[in-house]
């Protein structure tokens, strides 16, 4: 439950993803057929729109903090094999 978090919040980051686009689709698509005037036209087009960009952005937050999450796993991996018996962190020279 608790192994690959980072996987998991990812995973659950697009799921989210698919049901705010089926529910800003329904839901856009109810507004947009029940138009009566343009003003209701206006709403269900602003709904299916803004449904699917504010899906697609909190998909890009969630997974992005998956990945933060996962690369601070490998970090703590890579200290715990660096550290010595001492418990004082060997350091290395870092190229980018």
């Given at each position: 439950m608790i192994k690959n978090v980072?996987?998991?919040?990812?995973?659950?980051?697009?799921?989210l993803f698919?049901?705010?686009i089926i529910a800003s689709l329904v839901i856009g698509g109810s507004v947009f057929a029940?138009?009566?005037d343009g003003g209701d036209m206006l709403m269900g087009?602003?709904?299916l729109i803004g449904g699917v960009v504010l899906s697609w952005f909190g998909m890009l937050?969630?997974?992005?903090?998956?990945q933060?999450?996962?690369n601070s796993d490998v970090i703590r991996k890579k200290l715990?094999?660096?550290t010595d018996d001492k418990n004082?962190?060997?350091t290395e020279e870092v190229r980018l």
């Open positions: 980072g996987e998991k919040i990812q995973g659950a980051a697009i799921l698919t049901l705010g029940r138009a009566g087009i602003a709904v937050v969630f997974c992005g903090f998956g933060l999450v996962d715990e094999e660096t004082e962190v060997v």
